[in-house]
């Protein structure tokens, strides 16, 4: 029987606590030549592992031969191997899950490396914190030819964790990944399987469903190596090259969210805020729905949220916590290039026109169009950087808040209450 989640808590004893179990998952297809590092990678760590299951997904390139020459003694009735037709990562890891015995869940890529010390530090938050998933940082590499020595590119986009709850950045944008997650049993069991219908962005949209349910504790320690390559992607039936991930993440990315409108509620987002007058946290709320809708080139959404939010306390301008949300709009990953063209921007221009509220929000997204005209202008693209140069002059670039931080400000941590929707 697994641990229900929260109730470890009670077998603290002084200093000393119970240590959970744990089960690592590599589902793999086609990667044999990195599968024997990943494997070794997880032999090797500070903290035993309980279980490590590799699930071939219809592997055709000698995967079950690494796997048996990665078996040594050590880990005899650790290691487990199993083989099933290619139905893709997903439908790999529901099945891996079913043969998981551990009150922890490692999923693990077959071509990353887990540092020595991941599976300790991650399961040392779990053993004596109430958080549901932990998780840290990684380091990008790539390999010189035949497997020689690694060079380190830094870790990507990583937001300032400083102000803000991990679920806040984490709906802006996917910042961890699941070889720097550990996560209890109970949590999945709660939340139900991952979607195969999803080509990408499958870890992204469990870790939304996670961590919209349960508390996320995030260490800046780096966890695992990512290795970075030019192989294929996806499922056999929906192969895709390097070149082709972001239009296929942002595809996946704009599905996720366009299923989870209907169902988290905007009082959740309202809950990523504090305020003693109740309607600005729910402004927040809109401002911040609209945020993340819009970091996925959703604008239909994300000016029905700008809408709603110029309708609330319509004659009160911003607070600089609320135009800090609206300014990160137009940050997202995806680019912004639709906002600025005729029908979108006439839309969101629009919005000056209703409110002193909507007008804030007009010159806030102006703002964070600067360093988007910047950008193109680096990149000489002069039709966008026109574009989007003629939307500032429009709508203003230079916001005032007009309200104090103390009427509104944005938690760090929330309330248990809030993931009960």
Same mark, same amino acid.
């Given at each position: 029987?697994?641990?229900c989640?929260?109730?470890?808590a009670?077998?603290?004893l002084?200093?000393v606590?119970?240590?959970?179990?744990?089960?690592?998952?590599?589902?793999?297809? @086609?990667?044999s030549?990195?599968l024997?590092?990943?494997i070794?990678?997880?032999?090797?760590?500070?903290?035993?592992?309980?279980?490590i299951?590799? +699930?071939?997904?219809?592997s055709t390139?000698?995967?079950?031969?690494?796997?048996?020459q990665a078996s040594?003694?050590?880990?005899?009735?650790?290691?487990?191997?199993?083989r099933?037709?290619n139905?893709?990562?997903?439908?790999?890891?529901?099945?891996?899950?079913?043969h998981a015995?551990?009150?922890?869940?490692?999923?693990?890529?077959?071509?990353?490396?887990?540092c020595?010390?991941?599976?300790?530090?991650?399961?040392?938050?779990?053993?004596t914190?109430?958080?549901?998933? %932990?998780?840290?940082?990684?380091?990008?590499?790539?390999?010189?030819t035949?497997?020689?020595?690694?060079?380190?590119?830094?870790?990507?986009?990583?937001?300032d964790?400083?102000?803000?709850?991990?679920?806040?950045?984490?709906l802006e944008?996917?910042?961890?990944?699941?070889?720097a997650?550990l996560?209890?049993?109970?949590?999945?069991?709660?939340?139900?399987?991952?979607?195969?219908?999803?080509?990408?962005?499958?870890?992204y949209e469990?870790?939304?469903?996670?961590?919209?349910?349960?508390?996320?504790?995030?260490?800046?320690?780096?966890l695992f190596?990512?290795?970075?390559? @030019?192989?294929?992607?996806?499922?056999s039936?929906?192969?895709?090259?390097?070149?082709?991930?972001? %239009?296929?993440?942002?595809d996946?990315?704009?599905?996720?969210?366009?299923?989870?409108?209907?169902r988290?509620?905007?009082? $959740?987002?309202? %809950?990523? $805020?504090?305020?003693?007058?109740?309607?600005?946290?729910?402004? %927040?709320?809109?401002?911040?729905?609209?945020?993340?809708?819009?970091r996925?080139?959703?604008w239909?959404?994300?000016?029905?949220d $700008?809408?709603?939010?110029?309708?609330?306390?319509p004659s009160e301008?911003?607070?600089?916590?609320?135009?800090?949300?609206v300014?990160?709009?137009?940050?997202?990953?995806?680019?912004?290039?639709?906002?600025?063209?005729?029908?979108?921007?006439?839309?969101?221009?629009?919005?000056?026109?209703?409110?002193?509220?909507?007008?804030?929000?007009?010159?806030?997204?102006?703002?964070?169009?600067? +360093?988007?005209a910047?950008?193109?202008l680096?990149r000489?693209?002069?039709?966008?950087?026109?574009r989007?140069?003629?939307?500032?002059?429009?709508?203003?670039f230079?916001?005032?808040?007009?309200?104090? @931080?103390?009427?509104?400000?944005?938690? @760090?941590?929330?309330k248990t209450?809030?993931?009960?929707w």
């Amino acid at each position: 029987m697994f641990l229900c989640f929260g109730l470890h808590a009670i077998f603290h004893l002084g200093n000393v606590s119970l240590q959970g179990s744990i089960s690592a998952i590599i589902p793999t297809f @086609n990667r044999s030549r990195y599968l024997g590092e990943a494997i070794a990678a997880l032999a090797d760590q500070t903290r035993a592992l309980d279980q490590i299951i590799i +699930w071939d997904d219809g592997s055709t390139d000698g995967t079950a031969e690494v796997v048996q020459q990665a078996s040594t003694a050590d880990l005899n009735g650790v290691l487990q191997y199993f083989r099933a037709e290619n139905q893709g990562k997903s439908a790999a890891l529901n099945a891996a899950m079913k043969h998981a015995r551990g009150e922890y869940i490692w999923i693990c890529d077959d071509d990353d490396v887990a540092c020595p010390d991941a599976a300790e530090k991650l399961a040392h938050i779990l053993d004596t914190d109430d958080a549901g998933i %932990a998780a840290g940082a990684h380091v990008r590499f790539h390999a010189g030819t035949g497997g020689g020595e690694k060079t380190f590119t830094g870790t990507g986009y990583w937001p300032d964790l400083s102000a803000g709850s991990v679920i806040r950045h984490l709906l802006e944008d996917i910042f961890f990944f699941q070889n720097a997650s550990l996560v209890r049993r109970s949590c999945y069991d709660a939340v139900g399987p991952f979607r195969e219908d999803l080509s990408r962005s499958i870890d992204y949209e469990m870790f939304v469903r996670l961590g919209t349910r349960f508390p996320i504790k995030v260490i800046n320690d780096i966890l695992f190596l990512q290795r970075k390559h @030019n192989g294929v992607r996806g499922p056999s039936a929906q192969r895709h090259t390097a070149d082709q991930s972001d %239009a296929v993440w942002l595809d996946s990315d704009r599905k996720i969210f366009s299923d989870l409108r209907d169902r988290l509620p905007v009082s $959740f987002y309202a %809950a990523l $805020f504090k305020s003693s007058a109740k309607d600005l946290a729910l402004r %927040a709320g809109y401002l911040q729905r609209g945020c993340v809708y819009a970091r996925r080139c959703d604008w239909g959404f994300a000016i029905e949220d $700008f809408k709603a939010a110029a309708g609330i306390s319509p004659s009160e301008g911003l607070s600089e916590t609320e135009v800090g949300i609206v300014i990160r709009a137009m940050a997202g990953k995806h680019g912004s290039a639709m906002a600025y063209c005729p029908p979108v921007q006439n839309q969101l221009l629009a919005l000056a026109r209703e409110s002193p509220a909507g007008k804030a929000i007009v010159k806030a997204l102006g703002r964070g169009s600067v +360093w988007r005209a910047r950008d193109a202008l680096n990149r000489r693209n002069y039709m966008q950087f026109l574009r989007i140069a003629g939307f500032c002059a429009r709508a203003g670039f230079r916001p005032r808040p007009a309200l104090q @931080n103390a009427a509104l400000s944005e938690t @760090n941590y929330l309330k248990t209450e809030a993931y009960n929707w």
